[in-house]
């Protein structure tokens, strides 16, 4: 079930009266988890048994390691929920990218492979909840958290809805005692929700999915577009990628506090970083602290040499890559962005983190940080192209190499921009769409304090109503036009 | 929680009132091509048994010359129910699953893309804007997966009402462009506009799916029809020659998975249902009138194999 559908709606509305009217929370949790299993199942009913056997395995083993002493036995027992995580990530996620490099590399020295691929269909939101489970072993072995015996509980940790298919991805630490609690009814904090959901949908629906037709719409065809043009493209493609996962997010957050329940904020304004670490603190904060936690600091983490270090960040980037999909090009774009957060990295000094204000305390951004932010932005953009390459099938690394050729080759050429204004003087929805971007970037910096751009507390309620119906009918007007999956579905 | 309730419910009642305000300011164009949904759905219900009944898109709107029909296979009355690609592949065989009747023959011909990805628009607004029944050929499902689309389609059409535009459409494309059996015949004495080749067909990553979900729903339509007591038969569109040439692949896959897996005889070949260049009148879908005469033919005759001659009447 997607988040942008009248489906989505219906059902949120119906799960949201009867967990109130529940109030037991045992109850509740039944609840949540029948609801969350029926949304898996909107997609394909198939899918449920994979996520509800890598629940079994996990809790299994939790309850394995409550009752385990020996330090072999322990590892074994995480060995085994590591396995299956993993056996099952490979499996469905990574077989065909495998299998299609071992053809290759057998056709290469003269042997032949066939039948070595299957059609596997990709279960939606695989790599969210196989790290999720897979963190919460680890967190029981190391002894930061007690393996609950509560097989609904568990479940719900593993399969809320919200959260399942695109993150955040929770820890067990955090989320598992929420549902391990009774739950009160807050009216600020389901309010807010409520705006931040709205928020969402009008950041995926006007800006992601327009901006997707104009990424689409010149990155198609890259052999007729001009550089400027590509530079556009570009720029959008960063912008839908950020409005599409940051609304996912958004949604996921706003509906969670509808439940009481606290997610972990995902997105803190990564487009006004000053630098590629600082970027990497404020995107997908969730995914990112995970491989902080699982593989940056057991190899090592900082307290290391400075080579080691460096070793160590470039190896959690090329995972972090290969997480994101089974492709050459993402596992390229994980590497680009460890070699670029190395000279930050390896500097000492204290590092921004993502509760600090970006960009500066001022109303306006120093020219300093002005620049270093624009720096910052100019190469996210140029890594991206990597990874927009990484999840067209059939690109290749000559399209990448064509887009950035023609960016640089022609960043001073006359014609390029203007066939880049005749473009958008003839495509008036590309303007438009240029025009709520401009106004998001204002708005996000305007609001880049607070948790999320629609948090307008000292507003007259007249005018935060009038507001938010404004952005309904934009929404349902503006945001209609074209429609998408969420991008992030297929990782 | 009753402050929340109250409040969610007053909002709810403004952003309605505002949304009654929106919508009763659509104006339907009586002679708008989708208002031929009316004439298309009357005939379904009138016309006698035995009956040929065409179902597709637009190509089966322009591809089907049913006076020919009823002329070569006599007592048959023909139908011909293609309205619009964009309603999608639901829509066209709910429209009909159901409402068939013992001896009648379905010809159901799709356009290719309906195979690549699901095809569905914002015209689907403007049909139930004339015929509000047809809301029951959707199956809940995809209503409340592609409904807010729909709401913004209608969204858009009460604004532009309320901003005083009226949006006609433009010859043939109107409800009076079609004949009494639901061929499109107006453009047969226009001149043919200058049009852009067609893009090839490529197979994107879900297009298995969306294969396999489409030939589970024709499957289903054959079942269907088969309980009525009806033959459904499948009839590759026609397209332009060029456009096969540079689809082929793509194209004789669905073939492949369609003889592989179809529970109903397809009719034709995608070679064989080739036309040329100079028998389509605006695009490759849309035959003129010779296009539409081959086609026909063409059809007859590969129908009349299959049933053999102790079935024709």
């Known amino acids: 079930m997607t988040f942008t559908t009248v489906t989505f709606v219906v059902f949120l509305a119906l799960v949201f009266a009867l967990y109130w009217i529940a109030r037991r929370r045992t109850l509740q949790n039944l609840l949540l988890v029948a609801a969350s299993y029926f949304f898996y199942a909107w997609w394909d009913w198939r899918f449920c048994f994979l996520m509800l056997s890598s629940s079994l395995v996990d809790y299994s083993v939790g309850l394995g390691l409550n009752v385990t002493k020996g330090r072999a036995r322990r590892r074994l027992l995480l060995l085994t929920s590591i396995v299956c995580n993993l056996g099952l990530l490979g499996f469905f996620k990574y077989y065909g990218f495998f299998a299609a490099n071992l053809q290759a590399l057998t056709t290469a020295i003269g042997w032949r492979l066939d039948e070595l691929t299957l059609r596997l269909i990709l279960p939606v939101g695989i790599s969210f909840y196989t790290f999720q489970t897979m963190s919460y072993t680890i967190d029981v072995y190391r002894g930061r958290l007690r393996a609950t015996a509560n097989l609904i509980d568990y479940c719900c940790y593993v399969s809320f809805f919200p959260q399942l298919v695109a993150g955040p991805i929770e820890r067990a630490t955090r989320l598992l005692p929420q549902f391990t609690r009774p739950r009160t009814f807050d009216y600020a904090t389901a309010a807010d929700g409520c705006r931040q959901i709205l928020w969402g949908f009008f950041k995926k629906m006007v800006l992601a999915d327009n901006l997707g037709a104009i990424v689409d719409s010149i990155y198609n065809n890259p052999q007729a577009a001009t550089g400027p043009q590509l530079a556009l493209a570009t720029v959008c493609f960063a912008y839908q990628i950020y409005c599409d996962f940051s609304a996912y997010s958004d949604i996921a957050i706003g509906t969670a506090k509808l439940f009481g329940i606290r997610l972990m904020r995902n997105f803190a304004y990564p487009y006004f970083s000053q630098n590629l670490e600082e970027f990497w603190r404020r995107w997908h904060i969730s995914l990112s602290t995970w491989f902080r936690d699982y593989v940056y600091i057991p190899l090592g983490g900082s307290r290391v040499g400075r080579p080691r270090k460096a070793f160590n960040a470039i190896v959690t980037f090329l995972l972090s890559g290969l997480w994101h999909g089974a492709s050459w090009s993402f596992v390229a774009w994980g590497a680009a962005n460890g070699v670029g957060v190395l000279p930050r990295l390896l500097r000492r000094g204290k590092a921004l983190k993502a509760a600090d204000t970006p960009g500066g305390a001022g109303f306006l951004p120093t020219a300093g940080a002005l620049g270093r932010m624009l720096l910052t932005f100019a190469i996210t953009c140029l890594l991206w192209v990597l990874f927009r390459a990484a999840t067209i099938p059939d690109a290749t690394w000559n399209q990448a190499l064509l887009i950035y050729r023609s960016m640089f080759a022609e960043a001073f050429s006359p014609a390029g921009y203007q066939a880049l204004w005749r473009m958008l003087a003839e495509e008036g929805w590309m303007r438009r769409t240029l025009y709520f971007l401009a106004g998001f970037v204002g708005i996000e910096w305007l609001q880049r304090r607070r948790e999320h751009a629609l948090s307008l507390d000292r507003w007259p309620p007249w005018a935060r109503w009038a507001l938010y119906t404004l952005i309904i009918w934009v929404t349902l007007d503006v945001g209609t036009r074209v429609s998408g999956a969420f991008l992030y579905f297929q990782f | ?313």
Do not use: W
């Not at chain 2, 026909?296 to 194999?305: K, P």
């Open chain 2, 1 to 313: 929680m009753k402050r929340f309730v109250r409040n969610l419910g007053l909002f709810a009642a403004i952003q309605a009132a505002i949304g009654a305000a929106i919508f009763s300011s659509i104006r339907p164009d009586d002679d708008h091509y989708a208002a031929a949904t009316i004439d298309k759905n009357r005939l379904l219900d009138e016309a006698p048994p035995p009956r040929v009944i065409f179902v597709g898109g637009s190509s089966v709107a322009f591809s089907t010359d049913c006076p020919t029909v009823e002329r070569r296979m006599p007592p048959y009355h023909a139908v011909n129910m293609g309205l619009m690609a964009l309603l999608g592949v639901e829509y066209m065989l709910g429209e009909v699953a159901g409402r068939v009747r013992q001896g009648d023959i379905v010809i159901i011909s799709l356009e290719y893309e309906q195979f690549v990805q699901d095809q569905s628009s914002a015209m689907i607004v403007r049909v139930l804007e004339h015929r509000p029944a047809n809301l029951a050929y959707f199956s809940p499902k995809r209503l409340g997966d592609l409904g807010m689309g729909y709401i913004g389609a209608a969204v858009r059409r009460g604004l532009r009402g309320i901003r005083g535009k009226r949006d006609r459409s433009e010859p043939p494309y109107v409800r009076s462009g079609f004949n009494e059996c639901g061929d499109l015949v107006m453009h047969r004495t226009m001149p043919p506009p200058e049009f852009a080749p067609p893009t090839p067909l490529r197979l994107l990553p879900g297009s298995q799916g969306q294969i396999d979900r489409t030939i589970d729903r024709l499957n289903a339509f054959g079942r269907l029809s088969r309980r009525g007591g009806a033959s459904a038969f499948y009839a590759h569109p026609a397209v332009m020659q060029s456009y096969y040439d540079r689809s082929r692949q793509a194209v004789e896959h669905i073939d492949a998975e369609l003889r592989r897996r179809l529970g109903f005889p397809v009719l034709n070949t995608p070679r064989s249902a080739c036309l040329p260049r100079q028998m389509f009148f605006n695009s490759n879908y849309h035959p003129g009138e010779q296009g539409a005469l081959k086609r026909t033919n063409d059809l007859v005759d590969a129908l009349r194999a299959k049933l053999g001659p102790a079935a024709m009447p």
